[in-house]
């Protein structure tokens, strides 16, 4: 793969089991901010299937070349170029969304950034907009399989802040900041897709 453009085999993978499920939640036109969107394969392939959105692809402040090169290349009218979003600084790209995606973000943030999203996301989504969170989460702080428990510790000791979250503690975020968990999805390699609505 050339440099200017970074691939994820993981992405490649689960793109098409994300795009099956998010098609049902994301079914009315608008714009969607994607929070994190590293590589882009994800932005294209799903822009480049749900034509009735506008995706707009953003990433922490320096890590937009990740995703440029792709989302250039695949020229689609409604994928938008990628913004800088850093969720804890308050500084956010315009003033509404429609709804929201994120995928293997949380358990890399810090959990203030978890929070910050959860706020952020809050202030600029109406009643009844979506936001769907994938990745591995456990349970009542027990994992899911052997192989979550082992990524869950690497996690945590490359950097103390990092490590799958726990479904209790995003249940409690998201009742603070105005969301509730519409669904709960089994997803491939022990991940599961999240959708949250906003009361």
């Known amino acids: ?25 994301f079914t009315a036109p608008g714009t969607i901010l994607e ?17 009735h959105l506008v995706w707009q692809p953003s990433d922490r402040p320096g890590a937009t070349a990740h995703c ?11 994928l938008r170029l990628p913004v800088e979003l ?13 709804g929201a995606y994120s995928a293997n973000t949380a358990h890399i943030m810090a959990w203030e950034e978890v929070e910050a999203m959860f706020a952020g996301l809050a202030k600029r989504m109406r009643t009844g907009m979506p936001f769907c ?30 490590g799958i979250r726990d479904m209790d503690d995003l249940l409690k975020l998201a009742e603070q900041t105005g969301f509730r968990l519409e669904s709960d999805h089994e997803m491939p390699a022990n991940n599961r897709l999240l959708v949250w609505r906003k009361l």
């Open 68 to 78: 440029r090169a792709r989302i250039r290349e695949a020229a689609l009218d409604n």
């Open 35 to 51: 929070i994190g969107t590293g590589t882009g394969q994800h932005a294209v392939h799903f822009a480049s299937a749900l034509p």
């Open 1 to 25: 793969m050339a440099p200017d453009k970074p691939f994820s085999q993981a992405c490649e993978n689960n793109k098409q089991p994300i795009l099956d499920r998010i098609r049902n939640t």
């Open 86 to 98: 850093d969720v804890a600084s308050g500084i956010w790209p315009g003033d509404s969304i429609d």
């Open 133 to 162: 969170l994938y990745g591995p989460f456990s349970y009542g702080a027990k994992h899911t399989s052997d192989s979550n428990r082992q990524f869950d510790r690497h996690l945590r000791m490359q950097a103390p802040h990092m």
